[in-house]
């Protein structure tokens, strides 16, 4: 069975009627509609919206929307989504007191002060004016700095655009932001930034492997083991070489007696000083 609001070609019009909101939800009192998804009808006038007064849950994206005004009166709206409309202003949604997340990507909204309408709502915490992945923004987006202005405007914001703001993980989306901005390459006459330099000390570094002609028969383990520093012997104490001999040095295992591990160690260590 198909989910409500996702049956096409059921809106009939562009204009939301109580035949239309019944239909789709099979709530036969518009007060009891809790839910409702409306996207990509074709909608431009909301109509008779206003009467859901129990509405918590509002899907409006993708339609020709330019104005907002019977969403005054639903003072239960919790999560409205209007993203890829034609609105230019938010200003019927100030007596949404319960609203906590909208999604107003993909609209006309040109400066921040078009969202002053939002500053008396308490409980928004969640804000979308832009989506990357669905290529939707706004106007006011072309700034770098609309972010902070936004975040001055509405300092209860929590998440902007998908990223957090304010409490834990917004540090992690701050620090991902100046790596990225550190990492753009800059005009700027100033000094440039040092080249990194690797942490280990030289003496502990490994030394770089010889070609194979260099190596002759032996494998990259063996040659490995053989340049080890003087702190890292303890790789040659008996006990290591049932895991190393079995991989590595098979030819001289072949040459000791397989009853006598302490044979084959001596002409192992026999065969690293030869290499």
């Not at 709530?27 to 839910?35: A, D, G, V």
């Not at 990259?220 to 340049?227: L, P």
């Amino acid at each position: 069975m198909e989910p409500p609001g996702e049956k096409p070609g059921e809106a009939g019009g562009q204009q939301i009627t109580p035949q239309l909101l019944k239909l789709r939800t099979g709530e036969f009192s518009l007060e009891s509609i809790l839910l409702l998804k409306l996207r990509c009808l074709g909608l431009a006038d909301l109509g008779c919206l206003g009467e859901c007064l129990g509405l918590e849950w509002l899907d409006l994206s993708g339609n020709a929307l330019t104005h907002l005004g019977p969403l005054a009166s639903l003072r239960q709206l919790a999560v409205l989504n209007v993203s890829n409309n034609q609105l230019t202003g938010l200003e019927p949604l100030a007596t949404c007191e319960n609203l906590q997340s909208l999604n107003a990507a993909g609209n006309l909204l040109a400066t921040p002060g078009q969202l002053q309408c939002l500053a008396g709502l308490p409980c928004l915490e969640y804000l979308r004016l832009r989506d990357p992945l669905a290529r939707l923004s706004n106007p006011l987006c072309a700034s770098p700095s609309y972010r902070a202005a936004v975040r001055e405007l509405l300092p209860g914001l929590k998440v902007i655009d998908g990223e957090r703001v304010i409490g834990r993980g917004s540090e992690f989306y701050q620090l991902c932001r100046d790596l990225d901005s550190s990492l753009r390459p800059s005009s700027s006459p100033g000094p440039r930034a040092t080249e990194a330099q690797p942490w280990v000390e030289p003496a502990l570094r490994a030394p770089p492997l010889p070609s194979s002609s260099e190596r002759g028969p032996w494998p990259r383990t063996a040659w490995r083991v053989a340049s080890l520093p003087p702190h890292s012997s303890w790789l040659l104490h008996p006990g290591y070489w049932p895991c190393v001999l079995g991989h590595c040095f098979i030819p001289i295992l072949r040459a000791a007696p397989p009853h006598d591990p302490s044979t084959c160690c001596k002409e192992a260590l026999k065969g690293l000083e030869q290499v």
